[in-house]
C-alpha cells in the first residue's frame, strides 16, 4: 500500500491536488434519455475533484493502518500529507461566497462531507446544496452517478434529512432505482437509464449503480452497525433512524458472532424496538427519546434495569449499553414531529 501511494503521489499529485482520475463519476443521469454519458458540464464533476478527494481519504486511511500496526513514524507522515491536501483542496475547489465546492454538484458536496474535507462552519452551507440540486434541479430525482451514490443515502440522513433519502430509496419515476424494477429489472443497471439508452455500453447487471442503498437500510434504517474501533461487530453501535412515512423496519444481519436483529415500529408517540445481540458481543444502543425516563425494557424502567446500563442522552437519543440477548425496548413521548 505504501508502494502504491508513493507511486501516485510522485507521478500524479502536484501542488497537493491529485490530479489522475480516468471515469468520474461514472453514469450520472444525462440530459437525454438516449445518452450513455452526459455532455453537460453541469452534470459532470471533475476528475481532479474525485482524485483528491479519494486521495486524502486513503491518506486518513494508511494512518490509521500506521497507527493501529505502530508505525509512528509513518502515521505522522500520512497526517502530514493529508492536512496539506485537505488544505489544498480547499483552496482550489470551495467556493466561500456560497458555500459550495467545485461546480456544486451533489456528488462535490457529498465527497466534501461525507470524506471531513469540509471546514466544521461550512458544513450546512455544502449540504443545503446537495438538498437544492436533488429537490429543485432534478426535482426530487438522484442526480449522481456511481461514485456520488456510494455516500448518497448515508449523507442525507447523516445530517437530518432522511425524509429525502426514503423519497429517492421509494421514487418509481427516472432517474430511480424504483424506475428500474417498474420497467422489469431484475438486477441493477449500469445506466440510470438502461431501457433507453444505446446498448453498446450498457450491462444489465451492474450492482457498482445500488450504491449506499443497502448500507442504508441496515445501518441507518435498521440501526445495524459495527463500532468502528472494535470491529466485526465484537461492539455493536445500533441507532436507527426513523423517518417520517415508514413506521415498521425488521432486518437481521448474520456476523460472525451469530445473528443481529432490529426491529422497531412506531404508533402516534410510542417507539418499540426489539433487538437480538449475539453471545459474547456488545452493543451501545440509542433509543429515540426525550429522555431516558421514557424508556422501558421488557416492561420495566430500562435504567433501573440490572441488564441495562444507561450511558447518557444525546440529543433526542438515551444511550444505553446491553450485552448479549433480546430486549424489547419502548419510548413513550417518543419525538415523532422530528421524523
Not at 503521489?9 to 468520474?24: E, L, P, Q
Not at 485537505?86 to 462535490?108: D, H, I, M, P, Q
Not at 442525507?156 to 432517474?175: F, K, Q, V
Not at 426491529?263 to 433509543?287: G, S
Amino acid at each position: 500500500m505504501k508502494k502504491w501511494m508513493d507511486y501516485m503521489r510522485s507521478k500524479y499529485v502536484k501542488a497537493d491536488i491529485m490530479t489522475r482520475d480516468n471515469y468520474g463519476d461514472w453514469c450520472m443521469p444525462p440530459e437525454n434519455p438516449k445518452m450513455i454519458h452526459s455532455e453537460d458540464p453541469a452534470r459532470q464533476t471533475a476528475g481532479d475533484y474525485l482524485g483528491t478527494s479519494y486521495y486524502y481519504y486513503f491518506l486518513d486511511l494508511m494512518s490509521r493502518f500506521a497507527h493501529l500496526t505502530g508505525h509512528t513514524t509513518d502515521e505522522k507522515e500520512w497526517n502530514t500529507l493529508a492536512d496539506a491536501t485537505k488544505k489544498a483542496f480547499n483552496r482550489k475547489f470551495l467556493n466561500v461566497e456560497n458555500g459550495g465546492y467545485s461546480n456544486n454538484t451533489a456528488t462535490a458536496n457529498i465527497f466534501a462531507l461525507a470524506y471531513q474535507l469540509a471546514p466544521d462552519s461550512m458544513r450546512s452551507r455544502v449540504f443545503q446544496h446537495i438538498v437544492d440540486k436533488t429537490m429543485n434541479d432534478f426535482k426530487g430525482h438522484i442526480s449522481t452517478g456511481l461514485i456520488g451514490a456510494q455516500w448518497l443515502m448515508r449523507t442525507l440522513s447523516g445530517n437530518g434529512r432522511s425524509d429525502i433519502a426514503l423519497h429517492l430509496a421509494t421514487d418509481t419515476t427516472y432517474p430511480s432505482w424504483g424506475y428500474m424494477v417498474k420497467n422489469g429489472a431484475t438486477t441493477i443497471w449500469e445506466l440510470w437509464n438502461g431501457n433507453t439508452a444505446d446498448p453498446a455500453m450498457n450491462s444489465g447487471n451492474h450492482v457498482m449503480l445500488l450504491g449506499d442503498l443497502l448500507v442504508w437500510f441496515y445501518e441507518d434504517l435498521a440501526g445495524i452497525k459495527s463500532d468502528s474501533l472494535e470491529t466485526g461487530f465484537k461492539k455493536i453501535w445500533m441507532k436507527p433512524v426513523p423517518v417520517k412515512g415508514l413506521s415498521h423496519v425488521k432486518a437481521s444481519f448474520h456476523s460472525v458472532h451469530g445473528p443481529i436483529s432490529s426491529e422497531w415500529k412506531t404508533e402516534k408517540d410510542i417507539f418499540d424496538w426489539r433487538i437480538t445481540v449475539p453471545a459474547n458481543t456488545a452493543a451501545l444502543i440509542a433509543v429515540p427519546a426525550k429522555n431516558a425516563a421514557d424508556v422501558t425494557e421488557n416492561g420495566k424502567k430500562a435504567a433501573d434495569s440490572e441488564a441495562v446500563k444507561f450511558l447518557r442522552m444525546e440529543g433526542d437519543r438515551a444511550v444505553f449499553e446491553i450485552g448479549s440477548g433480546t430486549y424489547d425496548f419502548v419510548s413513550k413521548n417518543f419525538p415523532s414531529e422530528e421524523f
